[in-house]
């Protein structure tokens, strides 16, 4: 990923911590909101598919993405909020994908 994105988690971490604090609430907080950025994700994939009768199609494929693009910015925002380098968390994360792949 470009280090354009870990500076920016970062930034919006620190952003967060002067605005709202860091105490366990806060961290609860930006835990949940990555619930509640995968309702809208769903919400949008709904809205592709025109699920709901009464309102139709409402969204489009890049809709969804940006939606998603979301939820992973909202998990390195909150890896960040634990005191951890998000980078090394999903690298590792990564890391483990691919030796599972590997076999």
């Given at each position: 990923?470009?280090?354009?994105?870990?500076?920016?988690?970062?930034?919006?971490?620190?952003?967060?911590?002067?605005?709202?604090?860091?105490?366990?609430?806060?961290?609860?907080?930006?835990i949940?909101?990555?619930?509640?950025?995968?309702?809208?994700?769903?919400?949008?994939?709904?809205?592709?598919?025109?699920?709901?009768?009464r309102?139709?199609?409402?969204?489009?494929?890049?809709?969804?993405?940006?939606?998603?693009?979301?939820?992973?910015?909202?998990?390195?925002?909150?890896?960040?909020?634990?005191?951890?380098?998000?980078?090394?968390?999903?690298?590792?994360c990564?890391?483990?994908?691919?030796?599972?792949?590997?076999?």
């Open positions: 990923m470009d280090d354009s994105i870990w500076a920016a988690a970062r930034a919006a971490r620190s952003w967060l911590d002067g605005a709202n604090g860091t105490g366990q609430t806060e961290l609860t907080c930006r949940l909101k990555l619930t509640e950025e995968a309702g809208e994700a769903s919400a949008a994939w709904i809205g592709l598919l025109g699920q709901n009768p309102k139709g199609v409402t969204h489009t494929r890049e809709d969804v993405a940006a939606e998603l693009a979301d939820v992973a910015f909202t998990a390195l925002v909150a890896i960040e909020s634990l005191g951890l380098d998000a980078q090394a968390v999903v690298g590792a990564a890391g483990k994908v691919r030796s599972r792949l590997e076999g």
